[in-house]
């Protein structure tokens, strides 16, 4: 029995089913003649070995009304653009240049240009919407320029000129943003670049002037040809390359320097690898994760890790060295993480179900949440045992030096109950079993192995 | 001309000529001349006038 992806239903000719654990994607007429000239090309065969694009093989029967039927490996870990880093968004973006670029030159085209079609498979961007290429029909325009700034090239722009974090926008709007939008946020000193005139401000311009008017056919008898599909590539090529965000100074950077995560780093450490050999988790969450040190010795045993830290510049510098290494990078607030939205509000899931993890660690993360989030304390403990997997949870006391700087402009009337050791430990009585626990060398925290009851 | 699923955008079908280059910035001129230009008279690239195009007619070979 198979059930629609909901994720995928915008291309009439091609769209993904869920099969038990097998990924189907269904073509009709149009969509099986793309399939047949992209998987007859010798750019696909280097492609899919590569890694940059997803392997497909098309299988013996498809079930009518279907033209054909290919069969896609399944990706360990779906990521959505507005929990990328900017590092992720930009090689996604050169990806998507690089695969189209190559495509012309195989005489075919990619239909879209959206970062949804790339996923992150052990720390490198592979496109997977085969459904997207098609033949190359001579005098046409890239369909997918408009869609490519509004969900690739303006985001990076709106990080690397404007510095401002482009998730929340990509959050809120799946679509991106309009050129116009994008030319309301330009700042002084960028609004006459050339980048920002052209692909910003007179896409903007051109949009309200000429809406509606069909001109694809007018383009192709202009003489329009691929070479100047060629040439935006390559511009736009050379524009992201060389965008970088200021990686601004929060705090968070040097976390890793302040003296009780070096204290305690090797005791946590050691208290996670025995759970990780009692649970042999096949897919972990890192809740707070920081500079990814604990997703690391959770990746190091064959488990998939998956490192959510609300810090872009730390996950960034993790994403940059976790090519290999079983690392998934999610920027994500923990009070906040992403939900399923869109199109009747399944369209893209929440980080939650996408994740479904075996075992969630929750390391120097839930004083954040108690005080800095002020979360009672027994909300944050129904939200871990509702994970329904075992927690490695460090529990931190009021009492602690680190607790003192995110209370210090509280008053006591102000603090949620719970958050002393006494009161913790009921609450955790309620809802977990504790398997193990170990109290660190400060004395104001504790680590807990729970097993929701 | 049916479009795809995805709305492509008129205005940056014609600019992504314009970014092409000096080429495509002919290209885009003659495309957008063929459009707005319909159905009304206009001095050509060269000065000269030409003639009135129907809206369902297809642009002039030039």
């Given at each position: 029995m198979s059930t629609p992806d909901p994720g995928s239903f915008?291309?009439?000719?091609?769209?993904?089913?869920?099969?038990?654990?097998?990924?189907?994607?269904?073509?009709?007429?149009?969509?099986?003649?793309?399939?047949?000239?992209?998987?007859?090309?010798?750019?696909?065969?280097?492609?899919?070995?590569?890694?940059?694009?997803?392997?497909?093989?098309?299988?013996?029967?498809?079930?009518?009304?279907?033209?054909?039927?290919?069969?896609?490996?399944?990706?360990?870990?779906?990521s959505y653009p507005y929990e990328w880093t900017?590092?992720?968004?930009?090689?996604?973006?050169?990806?998507?240049?690089?695969?189209?670029?190559?495509?012309?030159?195989?005489?075919?085209?990619?239909?879209?240009?959206?970062?949804?079609?790339?996923?992150?498979?052990?720390?490198?961007?592979?496109?997977?919407?085969?459904?997207?290429?098609?033949?190359?029909r001579a005098g046409e325009p890239w369909i997918g320029y408009r869609q490519f700034t509004r969900q690739f090239l303006f985001p990076l722009l709106m990080r690397a000129w404007v510095g401002v974090p482009f998730q929340p926008w990509l959050r809120g709007d799946l679509e991106g943003l309009t050129p116009a939008q994008m030319a309301r946020l330009l700042p002084f000193r960028k609004r006459f670049n050339t980048s920002a005139l052209l692909h910003v401000r007179l896409q903007a311009r051109m949009e309200s002037r000429m809406a509606d008017r069909a001109v694809r056919k007018d383009l192709s008898e202009a003489g329009f040809t691929a070479d100047l599909i060629l040439a935006n590539v390559r511009k736009l090529r050379a524009l992201i390359q060389s965008l970088n965000w200021e990686n601004v100074?929060?705090?968070?950077?040097?976390?890793?320097?302040?003296?009780?995560?070096?204290?305690?780093?090797?005791?946590?450490?050691?208290?996670?690898?025995?759970?990780l050999q009692k649970y042999a988790p096949a897919r972990v969450i890192d809740l707070g994760a920081n500079d990814g040190h604990f997703s690391q010795v959770a990746a190091e045993t064959g488990a998939l890790a998956i490192a959510v830290d609300g810090h872009e510049p730390v996950l960034d510098a993790l994403y940059r060295q976790s090519a290999g290494t079983g690392v998934a990078v999610v920027v994500g607030d923990l009070a906040n993480l992403s939900p399923a939205q869109?199109?009747?509000?399944?369209?893209?899931?929440?980080?939650?179900?996408?994740?479904?993890?075996?075992?969630?660690?929750?390391?120097?993360?839930?004083?954040?949440?108690?005080?800095?989030?002020?979360?009672?304390?027994?909300?944050?403990?129904?939200?871990?045992?509702?994970?329904?997997?075992?927690?490695?949870?460090?529990?931190?006391?009021?009492?602690?030096?680190?607790?003192?700087?995110?209370?210090?402009?509280?008053?006591?009337?102000?603090l949620h109950g719970g958050g002393e050791e006494q009161e913790f430990r009921s609450l955790l009585d309620e809802m977990f079993v504790t398997s193990d626990e170990q109290r660190l060398i400060s004395g104001t925290r504790v680590l807990f192995a729970l097993e929701p009851r | 001309?049916?479009?795809?699923?995805?709305?492509?955008?008129?205005?940056?079908?014609?600019?992504?000529?314009?970014?092409?280059?000096?080429?495509?910035?002919?290209?885009?001129?003659?495309?957008?001349?063929?459009?707005?230009?319909?159905?009304?008279?206009?001095?050509?690239?060269?000065?000269?006038?030409?003639?009135?195009v129907e809206d369902t007619a297809q642009p002039a070979e030039s």
């Amino acid at each position: 029995m198979s059930t629609p992806d909901p994720g995928s239903f915008r291309d009439p000719a091609s769209h993904v089913v869920l099969d038990g654990d097998k990924v189907i994607r269904l073509l009709d007429e149009r969509g099986l003649e793309g399939w047949r000239a992209l998987s007859d090309s010798e750019f696909f065969r280097t492609a899919v070995a590569d890694g940059q694009v997803i392997a497909a093989v098309e299988l013996a029967d498809a079930p009518d009304p279907s033209a054909a039927a290919l069969e896609h490996p399944r990706l360990p870990f779906i990521s959505y653009p507005y929990e990328w880093t900017f590092s992720m968004l930009k090689d996604a973006a050169l990806l998507q240049l690089d695969l189209l670029e190559k495509a012309l030159a195989a005489g075919l085209t990619i239909k879209d240009a959206t970062p949804y079609n790339i996923q992150f498979v052990d720390g490198r961007p592979m496109f997977i919407d085969i459904g997207s290429f098609e033949p190359y029909r001579a005098g046409e325009p890239w369909i997918g320029y408009r869609q490519f700034t509004r969900q690739f090239l303006f985001p990076l722009l709106m990080r690397a000129w404007v510095g401002v974090p482009f998730q929340p926008w990509l959050r809120g709007d799946l679509e991106g943003l309009t050129p116009a939008q994008m030319a309301r946020l330009l700042p002084f000193r960028k609004r006459f670049n050339t980048s920002a005139l052209l692909h910003v401000r007179l896409q903007a311009r051109m949009e309200s002037r000429m809406a509606d008017r069909a001109v694809r056919k007018d383009l192709s008898e202009a003489g329009f040809t691929a070479d100047l599909i060629l040439a935006n590539v390559r511009k736009l090529r050379a524009l992201i390359q060389s965008l970088n965000w200021e990686n601004v100074e929060d705090g968070w950077s040097t976390y890793v320097e302040c003296s009780h995560v070096t204290r305690d780093r090797s005791a946590k450490a050691g208290f996670l690898t025995s759970a990780l050999q009692k649970y042999a988790p096949a897919r972990v969450i890192d809740l707070g994760a920081n500079d990814g040190h604990f997703s690391q010795v959770a990746a190091e045993t064959g488990a998939l890790a998956i490192a959510v830290d609300g810090h872009e510049p730390v996950l960034d510098a993790l994403y940059r060295q976790s090519a290999g290494t079983g690392v998934a990078v999610v920027v994500g607030d923990l009070a906040n993480l992403s939900p399923a939205q869109g199109w009747a509000g399944v369209e893209r899931s929440s980080l939650i179900d996408r994740a479904h993890p075996d075992l969630a660690i929750a390391y120097g993360v839930i004083h954040h949440l108690i005080y800095g989030a002020s979360i009672p304390p027994r909300e944050v403990l129904r939200w871990l045992a509702g994970l329904d997997c075992p927690v490695i949870l460090e529990f931190v006391s009021p009492a602690d030096e680190m607790v003192a700087k995110l209370i210090g402009n509280k008053l006591p009337h102000e603090l949620h109950g719970g958050g002393e050791e006494q009161e913790f430990r009921s609450l955790l009585d309620e809802m977990f079993v504790t398997s193990d626990e170990q109290r660190l060398i400060s004395g104001t925290r504790v680590l807990f192995a729970l097993e929701p009851r | 001309m049916i479009f795809g699923y995805l709305d492509p955008g008129t205005g940056s079908l014609i600019l992504q000529a314009v970014v092409g280059g000096l080429a495509g910035i002919g290209v885009a001129y003659k495309a957008w001349r063929s459009k707005l230009g319909r159905g009304a008279t206009k001095p050509g690239p060269d000065g000269g006038n030409e003639e009135p195009v129907e809206d369902t007619a297809q642009p002039a070979e030039s």
